[in-house]
């Protein structure tokens, strides 16, 4: 009787090596520098102003940061960082963007996708809430969106979307 728990324990042992190493080779193919572009809506039922953008994306076995600036108009340039730690299947972490104050990120991944809740530092689109996802698209695309939610009429809309591709 004694050996069932001992082989129980041994077998949640190797899952939980196997889900951290997951995580570390999921953060690891996000790892280098990323190029691309998208579209970001400057307000609610404003238009979506055309964007380029390079990122640098830098991973441990257990985190991940991301540096980078988008481009609009040829003239105007911003600049954003997230760092994010794993603890099993759980994310945390800290975006600056376009106000220069931290909003916090909350979520976990689901296969090829972090989905992560966002509370921005400031009131943006008539709230402080909303979702970003950073998606591994193929062996060497990456996409992140934030989506937030029209105050009027409830719908989700995404409010960016940037395509990059490994350099």
């Known amino acids: 009787m004694r050996v069932l728990p001992v082989i129980a324990l041994t077998c949640a042992t190797c899952l939980t090596s196997n889900a951290s190493a997951s995580e570390e080779d999921f953060l690891k193919s996000i790892e280098g520098q990323w190029t691309g572009g998208g579209a970001v809506l400057t307000k609610l039922g404003g238009s979506k102003v055309d964007v380029s953008c390079k990122m640098q994306?830098?991973?441990?076995?257990?985190?991940?940061?991301?540096n980078g600036s988008c481009r609009a108009f040829a003239v105007v340039t911003r600049s954003f960082t997230a760092n994010?730690?794993?603890s099993g299947e759980a994310y945390s972490g800290?975006?600056?963007?376009?106000?220069?104050?931290p909003s916090t990120l909350v979520g976990s991944r689901d296969g090829n996708t972090i989905k992560l809740d966002v509370t921005w530092a400031n009131t943006i689109y008539g709230?402080?809430?909303?979702k970003m996802t950073i998606e591994k698209v193929g062996e060497d695309g990456l996409r992140i969106r934030t989506i937030d939610q029209d105050p009027a009429s409830?719908?989700?809309i995404v409010t960016t979307q940037l395509d990059l591709r490994r350099r």
């Open 57 to 66: 994306s830098d991973a441990k076995s257990s985190s991940f940061s991301m």
């Open 84 to 86: 994010v730690k794993a």
């Open 94 to 101: 800290i975006y600056v963007g376009i106000s220069g104050k």
């Open 127 to 130: 709230d402080r809430q909303a």
């Open 154 to 156: 409830g719908k989700s």
